[in-house]
């Protein structure tokens, strides 16, 4: 059986993806949170009407920088923060679309010294931002 990864996703074909989602409005599930800042993936979130579609982490890049990216004085947990492929958290993501209303979203995993925290944030394509590292 063939190892299936899903596709890598550039920040155009993000933003191709994040401007088709804007197309319906979410569902109850999705309208039921802000995700517009990352989020710890509470325990009543249904993960499972969501589809892989993607990811950022590129082929063969086996540690992703822990740099981030925030020109305009922005923070990991600001809802303006932009979204920069190449940077942290984003380039350790894969890109979730809802097959309910196809509102599509952004997920990670935190990794501290005892804990794992599954993280969301929904993508807005007006925070996609192509910058280089």
Do not use: K
Not at 75 to 101: L, M
């Amino acid at each position: 059986m063939a190892d299936s990864h899903p596709p890598f996703l550039d920040a155009e074909a993000l933003s191709a993806l994040a401007r088709q989602s804007l197309d319906r409005p979410p569902c109850a599930a999705c309208a039921a949170r802000d995700y517009s800042a990352w989020e710890s993936v509470h325990a009543g979130f249904d993960g499972a009407r969501l589809q892989i579609v993607g990811t950022l982490r590129r082929e063969g890049d086996e540690e992703p920088t822990f740099a981030e990216h925030h020109p305009r004085a922005t923070h990991g947990s600001s809802a303006d923060a932009p979204i920069a492929p190449a940077f942290y958290p984003y380039n350790r993501c894969e890109v979730w679309r809802c097959t309910v209303c196809s509102h599509v979203f952004l997920r990670y995993t935190e990794y501290g010294g005892y804990y794992q925290d599954a993280r969301i944030r929904t993508l807005n394509p007006a925070l996609i931002e192509d910058a280089p590292l």
